[in-house]
T-cell receptor, first 117, second 115 residues
Framework: NAGVTQTPKFQVLKTGQSMTLQCAQD?????MSWYRQDPGMGLRLIHY???????DQGEVPNGYNVSRSTTEDFPLRLLSAAPSQTSVYFC????????????????FGPGTRLTVT | AQSVSQHNHHVILSEAASLELGCNYS??????LFWYVQYPGQHLQLLLK??????LVKGIKGFEAEFIKSKFSFNLRKPSVQWSDTAEYFC?????????????FGKGTKLSVIP
């Protein structure tokens, strides 16, 4: 198993450009999430998905779009990049199972470091 | 939504010193609590978790945490730290507004262990 993979590892964008951060998992997990990590802010939830075709907003969704057409893939789109979106982006997945028995473990990808100039 | 706060931004210890990192959570009914660790250049990994039962939870690499309901706390401890424990540590709770399978993280505590 490759686990959770993310591409690219690094990206530099100019203000106003758009791009898609890719995330894939091969563990057949129903739940997938995108977080951004900023110094002193911890990780903040951007968007999440509870299964193919179902997505919802997290704490900081503005400026980002997601879709989930398959169980495996959960891309994050930046519509018009801004310097405030300079961050490290982590994708994570989790199995669904019985909520009462949920282990709580999110499996994280290696991250994408994005700089917007 | 539930939230967590971590008291220390950066902790510096010598090897063999004891560690305690603070975490307080907001009340929100059933409590599930987690500690994650991020080693330099790596992604987050689950260190330990509390769902119910024994309030003293043991995790990997000799870490433990104690759930104290009366204090809304879930502090992380290790009796003797090693240089390899240098990392950033995050306390987390379920993000209740997201169906509880996603997490809300504290701002993190950087631990630097000096050989």
């Amino acid at each position: 198993n490759a686990g959770v993979t993310q591409t690219p590892k690094f990206q530099v964008l100019k203000t106003g450009q758009s791009m898609t951060l890719q995330c894939a998992q091969d563990m057949n997990h129903e739940y997938m999430s995108w977080y951004r990590q900023d110094p002193g802010m911890g990780l903040r939830l951007i968007h999440y998905s509870v299964g193919a075709g179902i997505t919802d907003q997290g704490e900081v969704p503005n400026g980002y779009n997601v879709s989930r057409s398959t169980t495996e893939d959960f891309p994050l789109r930046l519509l018009s990049a801004a310097p405030s979106q300079t961050s490290v982006y982590f994708c994570a997945s989790s199995y669904r199972g019985d909520r009462a028995l949920w282990g709580g473990e999110q499996y994280f990808g290696p991250g994408t470091r994005l700089t917007v100039t | 939504a539930q939230s967590v706060s971590q008291h220390n931004h950066h902790v510096i210890l010598s090897e063999a010193a004891s560690l305690e990192l603070g975490c307080n959570y907001s009340y929100g009914g059933t409590v599930n609590l987690f500690w994650y660790v991020q080693y330099p250049g790596q992604h987050l990994q689950l260190l330990l978790k509390y769902f119910s039962g024994d309030p003293l939870v043991k995790g990997i690499k000799g870490f433990e945490a104690e759930f104290i309901k009366s204090k809304f706390s879930f502090n992380l401890r290790k009796p003797s730290v090693q240089w390899s424990d240098t990392a950033e540590y995050f306390c987390a709770v379920p993000y209740s507004g997201a169906g509880s399978y996603q997490l809300t993280f504290g701002k993190g505590t950087k631990l630097s262990v000096i050989p």
